[in-house]
């Protein structure tokens, strides 16, 4: 069966930077990209960006660019998403998703969540 | 970039009644159109894809339609477990991002 699981909660402080793993199993991870969402305390959904595990290629949302790098390795079907000076307003949850691409790209399968939180 | 905004916000409902959450894209997307379901502490489920295909192993009472800037997602009988919180999300954009609605939460009437 198809499993994303996440590494586990961070505490930051400010400046500081975090990187989330999201391990894949029941699949061919090279046939699909992970995409990351992430959901602060108490509000909706934010999309972040997407890696394609085949090629390497992202897509981040603007507002991150800059700070945000995604990558896979591929010889051990995970995903990482590395977020760098972070600030109070990235305190959230981080998810990752197995993600479809190449047509009506939908993110089917989820992984649990990693609880970021930045506090000086 | 494509803004996407849902409506309502929140509504409450009782078991048995058909549920209608409307999602508007600020430019045409064509059909591509996902929904999410959303429970407390949990990860995003998806429920429909391309506007209107149901994902597998989501119950029939789920529906979307619409295409261009107007989306509907349907469930045509409540049931308990469905209280949640359901998004719309917007895949046609690749500069911009797949940008999600702001949500709308369904609770118990």
């Known amino acids: 069966q198809v499993q994303l699981v996440q590494s586990g909660a961070e505490v930051k402080k400010p400046g500081a930077s975090v990187k989330v793993s999201c391990k894949a199993s029941?699949?061919?991870?090279?046939?699909?990209?992970i995409s990351w969402v992430r959901q602060a305390p108490g509000q909706g959904l934010e999309w972040m960006g997407w890696?394609?595990?085949?090629?390497?290629?992202?897509n981040y949302a603007q507002k991150l660019q800059g700070r945000v790098t995604m990558t896979t390795d591929t010889s051990t079907s995970t995903a990482y998403m590395e977020l760098r000076s972070l600030r109070s307003d990235d305190t959230a949850v981080y998810y990752c998703?197995?993600?479809?691409?190449?047509?009506?790209?939908?993110?089917?399968?989820w992984g649990q969540g990693t609880l970021v939180t930045v506090s000086s | 970039d494509i803004q996407m905004t849902q409506s309502p916000s929140s509504l409450s409902a009782s078991v048995g009644d058909r549920v209608t959450i409307t999602c508007r894209a600020s430019?045409?997307?064509?059909?591509?159109l996902n929904w999410y379901q959303q429970k407390p502490g949990k990860a995003p489920k998806l429920l429909i894809y391309?506007?209107?295909s149901l994902q597998s192993g989501v119950p029939s009472r789920f529906s979307g339609s619409g295409s261009g800037t107007d989306f509907t997602l349907t469930i045509s009988s409540l049931q308990p477990e469905d209280f949640a919180t359901y998004y719309c999300?917007?895949?046609?954009?690749?500069?911009?991002?797949?940008?999600f609605g702001p949500g709308t939460k369904v609770d118990i009437k």
């Open positions: 391309a506007a209107s």
């Open positions: 029941g699949y061919t991870f090279t046939s699909y990209g």
């Open positions: 890696i394609s595990a085949y090629n390497g290629n992202t």
């Open positions: 998703a197995r993600l479809r691409l190449g047509g009506y790209d939908s993110s089917d399968y």
């Open positions: 430019q045409s997307i064509s059909s591509y």
């Open positions: 999300q917007q895949s046609y954009s690749t500069p911009g991002g797949f940008t």
